[in-house]
């Protein structure tokens, strides 16, 4: 077993000097036992950071571990080819298809490949829906609620999160226009794919979703980097939705649009005009438990003006980082 010794570690919110990590556990570099080996890293190691919401079917999943992902969660794709991806690649969790009304969304989009979508034409069918998710390895599930199209009723898309949540599984719900995110918060739903960009959210629903869900970023994809007025609602819906207590995990929708297949440092400046500190960024983008590292080179930088540069240069600490071996030190 071996120990690593970085310049600097970030764990459990603080940063730290003159530490050593193995298995998660962080102790004085003094109390390594003698004749343990130990890799010495420039630098600063931390959580492995990953984006909550990608599509594997519109980006090259395994390519984004070059750009710092060390993580991702798969919202939707072709559950066979979705399953096969993450069994060569651990790293990818996923929810299976999109999960939608007979003719909703996104069954109308040519980005859909076929097979991406299941119908449910009931709250009895919901049931067997979910199951079939779960049995292809989801350990999500995707609804949509896209009031463009045809929507889940109210019983349907409940029916939908009580058979999820009978078998473990959150329910991220894809909500797009008036009502949509009123209604996956009555139903229950865990999580929204979007932080909602249609309109602006009233205090007591704000207030109500801060109390049930955790909401998934995506704030660049309106604009890509121009500033636009979805682009600002989101922002202004983010910041009051955090400041009633909601929750957020750090994701880009990656593969809708020009969107850089790694750690995206206009979506984390957007974060930080919302509210977000550096520390909270790097929360929403962290899950406490995960196996991977991730690693700054020249080390972290907690500066707001620089923070999304400096760890826009993240790397994954895996084989082909070759730190220097220091034995029985």
Excluded at 93 to 107: I, S
């Amino acid at each position: 077993m071996t120990w690593l010794v970085p310049d600097s570690l970030w764990w459990d919110g603080r940063l730290r000097t003159g530490v050593a990590l193995r298995d998660g556990r962080v102790v004085p570099v003094a109390d390594v036992p003698p004749g343990e080996e130990r890799l010495r890293l420039p630098g600063t190691v931390l959580p492995g950071l990953g984006d909550a919401h990608v599509h594997s079917a519109l980006v090259d999943v395994p390519t984004l571990r070059a750009g710092g992902l060390a993580y991702v969660w798969d919202l939707g794709g072709v559950p066979e080819k979705v399953a096969a991806l993450a069994a060569r690649h651990p790293w990818v969790r996923y929810a299976g298809p999109f999960l939608t009304a007979p003719g909703g969304y996104p069954t109308d989009r040519a980005w859909a490949p076929a097979g991406s979508c299941r119908e449910i034409r009931s709250a009895a069918d919901a049931g067997d829906a979910v199951g079939e998710a779960h049995a292809a390895g989801a350990t999500l599930i995707k609804v949509t609620a896209h009031a463009g199209g045809p929507v889940l009723p109210p019983v349907t898309l409940a029916a939908v999160v009580t058979a999820a949540h009978a078998l473990g599984l959150p329910v991220v719900v894809h909500a797009e226009g008036p009502g949509t995110v009123a209604a996956a918060c009555a139903a229950g739903a865990d999580l929204l794919a979007h932080t909602p960009w249609t309109e602006e959210l009233d205090d007591a629903l704000l207030r109500d979703c801060a109390a049930r869900m955790t909401w998934i970023s995506t704030l660049d994809i309106h604009g890509w980097g121009t500033p636009t007025p979805a682009r600002g609602t989101a922002i202004a819906n983010l910041r009051l939705f955090l400041g009633y207590g909601g929750k957020l995990r750090y994701g880009t929708d990656l593969g809708n649009g020009p969107l850089p297949p790694a750690i995206n440092p206009r979506e984390l400046r957007a974060l930080q005009e919302a509210g977000l500190t550096p520390p909270d960024v790097l929360a929403a983008m962290t899950e406490p438990g995960r196996p991977e590292l991730s690693w700054l080179p020249a080390g972290l930088d907690l500066d707001p003006g620089t923070f999304a540069g400096s760890l826009a240069t993240a790397r994954v600490l895996g084989p082909e980082v070759r730190p220097r071996h220091i034995v029985g030190q």
